[in-house]
């Protein structure tokens, strides 16, 4: 009988503490692509170069790259419910000055301090989630929170683009605070701490090890991929370096401390392994499409910034709506009756992405973007469970830090990669004509966007081949106690 009660209380908790998570972490992922159409205002109000202006995303991906490791160790020192607070007052205060921000320079500091609340609400929700459900239950509860990320950054340009059409670009910021105050004192009611706390020892050598590494990792292609600095530039690549060195010093330490920072003996776990990579190379071939697309579309088709925003909206409403209908198709099915054909359309849609010209008609390239989403939704949340899934208890915090910091870093190479590959197209082209008219300009960009889709093409295929593979697997605990 105690069992039973104990049983249903944990029921009863299960909902408030979802909702809790669900509603700070959307309007703090929500910023991470807020702000991209506000930047011409940004520098038109402040005063400051494209180069300066891109630190405001730059500078938020860098920290969330950096932190998200240390929320490893962070989730066994501190319980949810003050992790949660402590990451939401951080976003909220971080908001605050940057709706108040007389100068470009407090705009950053408000934006530094919004992606530290960020970078540690993503591995606190899907920590949660693996130890709140059972591994049979999990696929709906991760697909509640693929819709949080995929959904939130989606509609972050169209909303963007309203709010600074009808207001001004500080209201991006004050539309966001008093749903970031009610998330707080929702959560400060209903949200229970259910992980345990064994406060490991704590290695300063593998924190700085690990900031150095992937903030290095993040911080060079992040500028690569802006364009003003280029691959040719030394803090390009000697910061890559630093942070590949410094990588490898990290993972060398990890497999030796007794209390690692993160456990690398988590890809000991087959499928974990399996689902990481194929995870970052869905995200590379995501990007492909997510940072190419708004430039064709602006570019080659002559729409407005608002208006190619709105293009791409469908796709991450449908996004949205598909990954809980895919997590519990998950939890009945398992993986592969999604992942397959998830990779197959991944697939036909990249190879259909290659064929687009300047000809190609918005409503195609509205389909097209709502199909990648489908396949993406499909691919995602399910490959992350079934790979977390496949993890002891005590490998929870340190699997949901390896995937979120690794999906941080191959965004990262994703934009610098596919960036690069579209100025060179174009360069080629260009050089292969000696013109420069309006109608070579837009061939130009189309020849640069269909080598990028090119080279997402061959990502997507071996996304696919890595779905043939995938296999249902539950944690070695639950296998002994069943």
């Keep these: 009988m105690a069992g039973a009660a104990n049983s249903k209380q944990t029921e009863i908790k299960k909902a408030p503490i979802m909702i809790s998570l669900i509603i700070g972490a959307f309007f703090a992922i929500l910023n991470e692509t807020l702000l991209n159409v506000a930047f011409t205002d940004l520098m038109n109000d402040l005063q400051v170069s494209t180069a300066t202006v891109q630190w405001l995303s730059t500078g938020f991906l860098l920290v969330v790259g950096i932190l998200i490791p240390v929320t490893a160790l962070l989730l066994q020192w501190f319980t949810t419910r003050q992790l949660f607070l402590g990451a939401m007052t951080l976003f909220t205060i971080g908001t605050v000055i940057c709706g108040i921000a007389p100068t470009f320079s407090f705009l950053l500091i408000g934006r530094l301090i919004q992606a530290s609340g960020t970078g540690l609400l993503i591995p606190v929700m899907m920590n949660t989630v693996l130890v709140l459900f059972p591994p049979d239950k999990r696929g709906g509860a991760m697909g509640m929170i693929g819709l949080v990320i995929m959904f939130a950054p989606a509609i972050g340009p169209t909303l963007s683009g309203v709010i600074v059409e009808s207001l001004n670009w500080r209201w991006l910021f004050f539309i966001v605070i008093p749903f970031a105050l009610f998330s707080i004192a929702f959560a400060a009611l209903y949200l229970k701490n259910i992980t345990d706390i064994t406060k490991p020892k704590v290695d300063i050598t593998s924190i700085i090890l690990s900031t150095v590494g992937f903030g290095g990792i993040v911080f060079g292609f992040s500028s690569a991929g802006e364009g003003s600095h280029g691959w040719a530039s030394p803090e390009v690549y000697l910061t890559i370096i630093a942070g590949a060195i410094a990588l490898i010093l990290f993972v060398i330490r990890q497999l030796?401390?007794?209390?690692?920072?993160?456990?690398?003996?988590?890809?000991?776990?087959?499928?974990?392994?399996?689902?990481?990579?194929?995870?970052?190379?869905?995200?590379?071939?995501?990007?492909?499409?997510?940072?190419?697309?708004?430039?064709?579309?602006?570019?080659?088709?002559?729409?407005?910034?608002?208006?190619?925003?709105?293009?791409?909206?469908?796709?991450?409403?449908?996004?949205?709506?598909?990954?809980?209908?895919?997590?519990?198709?998950?939890?009945?099915?398992?993986?592969?009756?999604?992942?397959?054909?998830?990779?197959?359309?991944?697939?036909?849609?990249?190879?259909?992405?290659?064929?687009?010209?300047?000809?190609?008609?918005?409503?195609?390239?509205?389909?097209?973007?709502?199909?990648?989403?489908?396949?993406?939704?499909?691919?995602?949340?399910?490959?992350?469970?079934?790979?977390?899934?496949?993890?002891?208890?005590?490998?929870?915090?340190?699997?949901?830090?390896?995937?979120?910091?690794?999906?941080?870093?191959?965004?990262?190479?994703?934009?610098?990669?596919?960036?690069?590959?579209?100025?060179?197209?174009?360069?080629?082209?260009?050089?292969?004509?000696?013109?420069?008219?309006?109608?070579?300009?837009?061939?130009?960009?189309?020849?640069?966007?269909?080598?990028?889709?090119s080279i997402g093409l061959i990502f997507a295929i071996l996304a696919f081949i890595l779905t043939l593979f995938m296999k249902r697997t539950v944690a070695p605990e639950e296998v002994t106690e069943q």
Aim: hydrophobic share 55%.
């Design 256 to 453: 030796r401390l007794e209390d690692p920072l993160l456990d690398m003996r988590a890809f000991l776990s087959p499928m974990f392994s399996l689902a990481t990579v194929l995870v970052i190379i869905v995200m590379m071939t995501m990007f492909s499409t997510m940072i190419i697309l708004p430039l064709f579309l602006q570019g080659g088709l002559a729409l407005s910034a608002f208006v190619a925003g709105l293009a791409l909206l469908p796709g991450g409403i449908l996004n949205g709506f598909i990954s809980p209908l895919c997590g519990r198709i998950f939890d009945k099915f398992g993986p592969k009756v999604l992942l397959i054909p998830g990779g197959a359309l991944l697939v036909i849609v990249m190879w259909l992405f290659t064929n687009v010209t300047t000809s190609t008609s918005v409503f195609q390239f509205i389909v097209l973007h709502s199909l990648l989403m489908i396949a993406v939704a499909m691919i995602m949340m399910p490959a992350q469970t079934n790979g977390l899934n496949q993890l002891p208890r005590k490998y929870y915090p340190h699997g949901s830090a390896i995937i979120n910091t690794l999906v941080q870093v191959g965004g990262a190479i994703g934009i610098a990669l596919f960036i690069s590959i579209l100025a060179s197209g174009q360069a080629r082209y260009l050089s292969s004509v000696g013109d420069t008219t309006a109608n070579i300009e837009a061939a130009a960009l189309t020849a640069g966007v269909q080598s990028t889709f």
